[in-house]
């Protein structure tokens, strides 16, 4: 079993509990980790060369996921625009690039740890799921858990993931905060704006982004 791993923040609890997690599984012993950005996780997973990942909401569309996402209910803080008068895309992203394009947001794509320390400078930007509520009044889905085999575990992943309230460790947070350069206390700030539940709202934003990315 292959699993795409994303070493974004944005994943960190996840990436916590599923430590745990495969500890007490039987799973355990044959799960293997491929890491990289976004859009690499996508094309492995696409060929699959991965056999589970959270994949980017553009690519995702047409294959099984559970009720686990990516997910900003308002602003993100790391997904911006810079602004600037050329559009720029973000090589490790795909969803973030179609979505700049359906709020008409010309600049510089940038995702990720790299987005939030720039974000962290106070310098100028779009913060585009704030963008985004601002104009559909829905949350806005990066990402979502799929899979191409093995449903029953991650079905049961799913589950127990949304009951537990994952607490990081401190060594973990440490580790985290020495990896991006970016403070422990900005860490946890920085998560209180991501969610990881696929709820009826959320699966609501989802159906409208598909539908405004048809008519790119």
Request: charged share 25%; with cysteine; proline share 3%.
């Amino acid at each position: 079993m292959v699993f795409g791993k994303i070493e974004y923040l944005n994943l960190l609890p996840f990436h916590v509990f599923m430590k745990r997690f495969t500890k007490s599984s039987q799973q355990s012993m044959s799960m293997h980790y491929k890491r990289g950005v976004p859009s690499k996780i996508n094309k492995q997973f696409l060929s699959h060369r991965v056999d589970a990942a959270f994949i980017s909401s553009i690519r995702a569309k047409n294959y099984k996921n559970v009720n686990l996402g990516i997910i900003a209910k308002k602003e993100v803080l790391s997904v911006l625009i810079i602004p600037h008068v050329d559009s720029v895309n973000d090589s490790a992203s795909e969803t973030s690039n179609v979505l700049a394009k359906i709020l008409n947001i010309r600049g510089e794509v940038i995702i990720g740890d790299n987005a939030l320390r720039y974000y962290l400078q106070n310098k100028p930007h779009v913060d585009l799921g704030e963008k985004w509520h601002e104009k559909y009044n829905l949350p806005f889905v990066f990402a979502l858990l799929c899979y191409h085999k093995d449903e029953e575990f991650y079905k049961k992943i799913e589950k127990n993931f949304l009951k537990s309230r994952v607490k990081i460790p401190r060594y973990m947070l440490n580790e985290a905060s020495t990896r991006t350069k970016i403070s422990q206390n900005n860490i946890l700030n920085y998560l209180k704006h991501i969610s990881y539940h696929l709820d009826t709202k959320a699966k609501m934003g989802l159906r409208r982004f598909y539908k405004e990315a048809i008519k790119l």
